[in-house]
């Protein structure tokens, strides 16, 4: 029996976490349909995690996957943060915005204790990280509930580190995918590859199940994942134009368009390489900066920005989050999608 099955889904099709563009209403809808709902909590406050898993207890829908980050909070760097500004500083003066009132809030943290007290009474099926692994004392909290831990790794060395400390299975995330790296190991993005040649190098490396993310959006790129030696498949940007998704309008249109095939990764928007559209942010500054605070503080000053522009009905500043095949990005209901990538589940 494959480890899928024993969590009760349907099929193994599991749904990315996707902060800021998700709540649990995308999760129950997954879940519902056979898959593997997933609910991002790394931009949650205790009370918002909390509401947020009661309403999918209350839904009875099935196994969940509450997904966090593991990163090491940052220290503020004022001559960096100076830098930052001054990069942004025409950006603001376009929108008659006030570079002072920028807050120096993270706005994402990482896993810790707090959390783990809030998450511990929901028992969650699965508990997934990004940017490697919590400290062992919190990984032991998590297993000790019979909770499947899952990790990212974008290379075959964070792979067989994610197999040699606890993890149950390997999230594979190819060059391909949308939203944040989960590197963790190495910030050297040059060695990290598509999921055609790094889905079989780790199939081949680890001993515990893996699971292909990036580029996936129909049947046929199931077929094809699962045919490379992956366990399941997880998918992110198919899912976001779903009615149960939280992605903005602009979010919606940019994904249905011609933009969607020009994606790029980032560090505007919080410091740490994600790939989304490109915006007139990225092609104004270049989409990496070096004067961008180290993650997630870059994100402070690019949200009044972002509030701005979307308020004149523009994305130019938000952080489009997209993989490169938003070929399948559609306004149909999640378990149509879920259905759509069974099919390339052989029976």
């Known amino acids: 029996m494959s480890w899928t099955s024993t969590l009760g889904l349907r099929w193994p099709i599991l749904q ?18 056979g898959g593997l709902g997933a609910l991002p909590g790394a931009m949650l406050s205790p009370e918002g995690l909390a509401a947020e898993l009661e309403a ?37 003066d376009e929108f008659g915005l006030d570079l002072e009132a920028v807050p120096e809030s993270p706005g994402r943290r990482p896993f810790d204790h ?11 099926e699965v508990v997934s990280f990004h940017f490697g692994l919590p400290a ?6 998590v297993k000790a509930w019979g909770a499947t831990v899952l990790s990212t790794a974008t290379t075959v060395e964070e792979a067989r580190w994610l197999d040699a400390h606890g993890v149950d299975a390997v999230i594979v995330q190819g060059l391909e995918a949308g939203g944040h790296r989960g590197h963790f190991l190495s910030n050297d993005l040059s060695r990290q590859m598509g999921n055609l040649a790094l889905l079989p190098q780790v199939r081949q490396a680890v001993s515990v199940p893996v699971i292909a993310a990036g580029g996936i959006a129909d ?37 249905m368009s011609e933009a969607a095939r020009h994606t790029a990764l980032t560090n505007l928007y919080s410091g ?22 180290a993650f997630p503080l ?17 994305g130019d500043a938000s952080p489009l989050w997209a993989g490169q095949n938003a070929s399948r990005c559609r306004a149909v209901p999640a378990a149509e999608v879920v259905r759509e990538l069974a099919r390339g589940v052989a029976r």
Not at 72 to 90: N, V
Not at 114 to 124: H, I, K, Q, S, Y
Not at 136 to 141: E, M, P, Q, V, W
Not at 298 to 314: K, N, V
């Open 114 to 124: 707090a959390t783990c007290d809030v998450l511990e009474p929901f028992r969650p």
């Open 298 to 314: 870059a994100g402070a000053a690019i949200a009044p920005l972002r509030a701005a522009a979307e308020a004149r009905g523009l």
């Open 56 to 92: 999918i207890r209350a839904a009875s829908a099935g196994p969940i996957n509450v997904n966090f980050f593991c990163h090491a909070a940052p220290t503020l760097d004022r001559e960096r943060q100076a830098r930052w500004h001054r990069a942004l500083s025409p950006w603001y």
């Open 219 to 255: 049947a046929r790129g199931v077929a094809a994942a699962l045919a490379l030696g992956a366990d399941a498949i997880q998918v992110g940007t198919a899912f976001l134009c779903c009615p149960e998704s939280r992605a903005s309008a602009i979010h919606r249109e940019a994904l």
């Open 136 to 141: 062992l004392d919190l990984l032991a909290r």
């Open 16 to 33: 990315a976490p996707m902060a800021g563009a998700q709540d649990s209403a995308l999760a129950i809808a997954v879940s519902r349909a």
């Open 272 to 293: 740490r390489p994600a790939r989304g559209i490109v915006t007139r942010l990225m092609r104004d500054l270049g989409p990496i900066s070096e004067a961008a605070p």
